[in-house]
């Protein structure tokens, strides 16, 4: 932004503060003095003096803050981490009285890929688990017309409930219901009742970003005319949808491929029966289930296949099915308590999918059913709406459309084979765009693609607290700033003193990573200002949140003002917040903590609001 359009910025804040100043207090206290301030009158107790530790028991981590100082992360990010198992205590040192062996490696990219640091491993193993639980089970369903036996997916089978004439009679009658799931899923798949997911058209889709960018950010237009009505509820500013992207296709077939299930009976009907839990539902209640599907709907959009760590029940399953006598040893050691630390570091090293840990070990070929017991549920994601959804419309083929808009920012992780692998969501809207303008270079002028979404956190933080009057400066960073342009949009239309609102926008780099740049409507120039971190002063937005005190007060402490606060709460999130305390302490003259107990209390009210992830 040029050194006019900042002098703007900060006039136009100079000027609202005065106008202002004959407005009645905000509604939330204030804490310019607090009870613990220290130039208070009350009577101080006297200094008690510590007890001085020995120098080995020196507590240096007292509290999370100390935790993240020391580790670079939160306290809550280590226990995500962690797989619980105590391995940070153990030793990789060999210990006394046991028998080591060295056991051949398996000499493929992907078990080298793992990077376990094994050498030699016990003889005898302890505290190795026991199978997990099946509670999953798949039958082929099989014509009236056939004696022959139903096969199974299951190396265990269902004893006398498979013959039971009861369900050999409604297995006859089961078939699939008349659903595409290749542009959603299958309706057992309800993710937040009532909100059914519905295949939304995409209207038009663009990158935003451009060639030199650091991640790739994607918009889209999708097209909600035919979104099933539901009294009551309707998409609002600064709302969110629900989108449930299946997975890849290509990831699915490669995992029925190392599992071994035969092409013809993939896309078959099979009976699912199920002894407990709520999967493949999302939000459905605990119970056994029976349905009729296919293997693979189920792998496509019931399960995770690649966004969580192995599990020691996964590798159990597969040490158990290892036909060659090595890998199952390295198998059951990752499983015991010998091996506990490697299992921490397959855990918590570079992102093993189901696909890498399979082709590690590939004398390993478990059912599929069984494989489905212990996977990890596939879960929505969502995404905020960039635009005002009560006013955004489009004629095409002689039809008023509506529509509703999104912004994705790709995430990318490490993989073993490709280098790099998008996440479930953000990958499958890229995939969506990339075909969508490749169908429209071909000629197609009106590609049909869709996106399966649902109405989702309609009373998130962010629309729950959008009001109408009062000032209000949006704070974002990245694709954090989506959400703010509806709000701007709907804002402007309404422009007048009590209506004002201001954008600070962080970004790299505004020649590749500005989004939505000259989209904000009229009087852009004077509501937003963008920071650079990669160019011109290398500034971050928490810095212009500081620059900005003025303004950051004048708002906070007007009738009706609103703070917001979108985008990574690693980095951007806390600089914010370390950058608004420091605010409250220069412009209210408050301690550190006093200023940190003002921004809680403006939170509880409702006048500064965070979204952060």
């Known amino acids: 932004m040029s050194l006019d359009v900042e002098h703007q910025l900060a006039d136009s804040s100079a000027g609202y503060a005065s106008e202002e100043e004959t407005r009645a207090p905000s509604i939330a206290p204030s804490l310019t003095y607090s009870d613990d301030s220290e130039d208070q009158d009350e009577p101080q107790p006297p200094e008690v003096v510590p007890r001085r530790r020995r120098a080995s028991t020196r507590l240096i981590a007292q509290n999370p803050a100390d935790v993240q100082r020391i580790t670079g ?42 990077g376990l640091k094994i050498d030699e491993l016990p003889t005898v193993l302890s505290q190795v688990p026991d199978m997990p639980e099946q509670t999953t089970f798949l039958q082929s369903i099989r014509r009236a017309s056939s004696n022959i036996p139903s096969p199974t997916d299951s190396a265990i089978s269902f004893g006398s409930q498979v013959s039971s004439p009861s369900i050999e009679t409604s ?12 542009i ?36 889209f237009d999708i097209d909600i005319t035919d979104y099933p009505h539901e009294e009551g509820i309707d998409f609002k500013v600064g709302g969110a949808i629900g989108l449930y992207a299946p997975n890849d296709t290509t990831a699915v077939e490669q995992i029925l491929d190392l599992l071994l299930v035969p092409r013809f009976l993939r896309g078959k009907p099979v009976l699912l029966r199920t002894t407990r839990g709520r999967w493949p539902t999302v939000w459905g209640e605990d119970k056994a289930r029976e349905l009729v599907t296919t293997r693979r709907d189920l792998l496509t959009w019931c399960s995770d296949i690649q966004s969580y760590p192995p599990t020691k029940a996964l590798l159990r399953i597969l040490a158990e099915h290892a036909i060659d006598p090595n890998e199952k040893k390295i198998l059951l050691f990752l499983c015991s ?130 009001v109408s009057d009062g000032p209000m400066l949006l704070i974002g960073a990245g694709v954090g700033i989506a959400p703010f342009r509806g709000f701007v949009q709907h804002r402007l239309k309404n422009a007048n003193c009590a209506n004002k609102v201001w954008v600070l926008q962080g970004i790299r780099d505004s020649l ?91 939170k509880d009210v409702g006048q500064y609001i965070t979204e952060t992830w």
């Open 73 to 114: 992360e939160s306290t809550q990010q280590l226990l995500n981490r962690c797989c619980g198992g105590g391995c940070c205590m153990n030793s990789q040192l060999k210990k006394e009285g046991l028998e080591y062996e060295r056991v051949p490696f398996p000499d493929n990219h992907a078990f080298r890929s793992l």
């Open 171 to 182: 297995l006859k009658n089961l078939t699939l219901e008349p659903l595409d799931t290749t």
């Open 184 to 219: 959603q899923p299958p309706s057992f798949v309800q993710p937040h009742h009532p909100h059914h997911v519905f295949p939304a058209p995409i209207h038009n889709t663009r990158e935003l970003t451009k060639e030199g960018a650091e991640k790739r950010t994607f918009h």
């Open 337 to 466: 308590s010998e091996g506990q630390g490697a299992f921490c570091d397959l855990r918590t090293g570079p992102h093993v999918s189901l696909a890498q840990i399979l082709n590690a070990f590939p004398s390993a070929k478990p059912p599929l059913d069984l494989v489905l017991s212990v996977l990890q549920q596939l879960m929505p994601r969502f995404y905020s709406l960039s635009n005002d959804p009560h006013e955004s419309y489009e004629i095409r083929d002689g039809k008023q459309h509506r529509l509703i808009e999104i912004a994705v920012t790709v995430q990318e992780m490490d993989d073993w084979r490709a280098g790099t692998r998008t996440g479930v969501g953000s990958g499958f809207l890229q995939r969506q765009s990339l075909k969508y303008k490749s169908l429209q270079r071909a000629g197609d002028n009106s590609p049909r693609l869709y996106a399966p979404i649902f109405k989702g956190l309609m009373a998130n933080p962010l629309a729950k607290e959008f």
């Open 512 to 602: 590749v990573d500005e989004l939505y740049g000259g989209e904000w409507g009229v009087h852009e120039d004077r509501v937003k200002k963008v920071v650079q971190s990669r160019r011109g002063e290398s500034r971050y937005v928490q810095d212009e949140v500081v620059h900005q005190a003025d303004l950051v007060w004048t708002i906070i402490n007007s009738v009706d003002g609103r703070v917001f606060v979108c985008g990574s709460s690693k980095g951007m999130g806390e600089g914010v917040e370390e950058a608004l305390i420091k605010v409250a302490m220069q412009k209210g003259n408050l301690e550190h903590d006093e200023a940190g107990k003002f921004w809680n209390l403006k």
